[in-house]
């Protein structure tokens, strides 16, 4: 993979319900020169997602042929529907821009093993299971059964924290995303100041 060496690559993981989407968009929206990575999905889009903007929203069947072209940096099944990391998409973004990953632990481990590239790893929690639950059922995106087993996949995803270079428990929206910018814009001009070294 090709890139600009001032970019940089952020990755930002959650069970879901804890607001990672919901902070990802807001970092795009306040810089620039961040896009989001947008997620070939096998999941039917909801009432506010917009095809190529929020997902790529493809069949099973076409998802597959992707995974045996090897079109993906990463790829896994999360709650019967496949989610991945476009390799084209991806490197066409980096070569201009930051990039945002709004995945789960599995794809984290995957981009992981391209030890080349520049990933600050970020971890969301909420403050307990119940806590998780909550958010899900208000949010009313999802089924009493989904949100059972988006719950229930709590303990497992919070197995993976020491994969992440940080942890941020997301009590306030507002306190969290300031935590997190913070920590983008350090580490940006930290890895800035070492590409100017090295060039």
């Not at 889009?45 to 997902?55: A, F, I, K, L, T």
């Not at 599995?106 to 299971?129: A, D, P, R």
Request: hydrophobic share 30%; glycine share 2%.
């Amino acid at each position: 993979m090709n890139h600009d060496q001032q970019n940089i690559m952020v990755i930002l993981s959650s069970p879901s319900g804890v607001g990672k989407t919901t902070i990802t968009k807001k970092i795009q929206q306040k810089y620039q020169s961040f896009k989001i990575s947008v997620s070939h999905t096998t999941r039917l889009p909801r009432s506010n997602e917009v095809d190529g903007v929020d997902y790529n929203f493809v069949s099973k069947e076409e998802f597959k042929s992707l995974i045996n072209k090897k079109s993906f940096y990463e790829y896994a099944k999360i709650f019967e529907n496949y989610y991945g990391t476009s390799k084209k998409n991806v490197d066409k973004t980096l070569s201009k821009n930051d990039i945002i990953f709004d995945i789960d632990w599995q794809g984290t481990k995957q981009l992981s093993k391209f030890k080349e590239l520049n990933f600050v790893k970020i971890f969301l929690i909420t403050n307990s299971k119940d806590e998780l639950k909550n958010r899900l059922i208000k949010r009313n995106q999802n089924t009493k059964t989904e949100v059972e087993k988006r719950s229930n996949s709590f303990e497992e995803d919070i197995k993976h924290w020491n994969d992440y270079d940080y942890i941020i428990i997301n009590d306030n929206l507002d306190v969290c995303f300031k935590q997190i910018e913070n920590i983008i814009l350090n580490e940006k001009k930290a890895y800035s100041n070492f590409a100017q070294i090295i060039q």
